[in-house]
Nanobody, 122 residues
Framework: VQLQASGGGLVQTGGSLKLSCVAS????????RGWFRRAPGKEREFVAR????????DYSHSVKGRFTITRDRAENTVHLQMNSLKPEDTATYYC????????????????WGQGTLVTVSS
């Protein structure tokens, strides 16, 4: 799977951005899609996840209620609508493709996009 993320940019506090991630190539059952982010000087953290059908989503506590993840299966695209942005949302955002491991009872994120930078000014 190849993942191409886009939509990042500079926005003021309280503003909105919509990130997109287009997938191409074979998925090999890596049908879960996720968004992660890495802020300067910090480790990468989970942001949101959506399952194959789009019927289940999950969010980190820090973005719940402000961000919405959706997917368009026909277009092989996942979106992250980010509202009420805060300076602490500043980070490089990465999309990922993976699957749930029943052996390890966790998600395995096997493919990653190149990242798109989001900067929120105060």
């Amino acid at each position: 799977v190849q993942l191409q993320a886009s939509g990042g940019g500079l926005v003021q506090t309280g503003g909105s951005l919509k990130l997109s991630c287009v997938a191409s190539g074979r998925t090999d059952d890596n049908d879960e899609r996720g968004w992660f982010r890495r802020a300067p000087g910090k480790e990468r953290e989970f942001v949101a996840r959506i399952n194959w059908s789009g019927s289940r989503t999950d969010y980190s506590h820090s973005v719940k209620g402000r961000f919405t993840i959706t997917r368009d299966r026909a277009e092989n695209t996942v979106h992250l609508q980010m509202n009420s942005l805060k300076p602490e949302d500043t980070a490089t955002y990465y999309c990922a493709a993976g699957k749930y491991s029943r052996s390890y009872l966790t998600y395995e994120w096997n493919y990653w996009g190149q990242g798109t930078l989001v900067t929120v000014s105060s």
